[in-house]
């Protein structure tokens, strides 16, 4: 069955708090390449038929109403996953 991955992360203007976490903690760790870390949230709806046009919308109606906060997040894509 088809899935589709909706992808939700916090505005880039605020603060991720998690995020910062997790850069003091790769910076303890030594030499790794990585100087910002920003955390999101990732769904995946499993499909009942085809992903087409009709259930990509309904994931991006839910995205927009039920998985993200529209004052302090984006949402940054609703796609069918590659198999």
């Given at each position: 069955?088809?899935?589709?991955?909706?992808?939700?992360?916090?505005?880039?203007?605020?603060?991720?708090?998690?995020?910062?976490?997790v850069a003091g903690?790769?910076?303890?760790?030594?030499?790794?390449?990585?100087?910002?870390?920003?955390?999101?949230?990732?769904?995946?709806?499993?499909?009942d038929g085809p992903?087409?046009?009709?259930?990509?919308?309904?994931?991006?109606?839910?995205?927009?109403?039920?998985?993200?906060?529209?004052?302090?997040?984006?949402?940054?894509?609703?796609?069918v996953a590659d198999?």
């Amino acid at each position: 069955m088809p899935v589709i991955v909706v992808e939700v992360m916090p505005k880039a203007e605020l603060l991720d708090p998690a995020g910062k976490a997790v850069a003091g903690a790769l910076a303890r760790l030594g030499s790794t390449p990585f100087s910002d870390v920003r955390i999101g949230k990732r769904f995946e709806l499993t499909v009942d038929g085809p992903a087409d046009d009709k259930a990509l919308s309904a994931a991006r109606e839910l995205a927009d109403t039920l998985f993200s906060n529209s004052v302090i997040e984006d949402v940054v894509s609703v796609k069918v996953a590659d198999e």
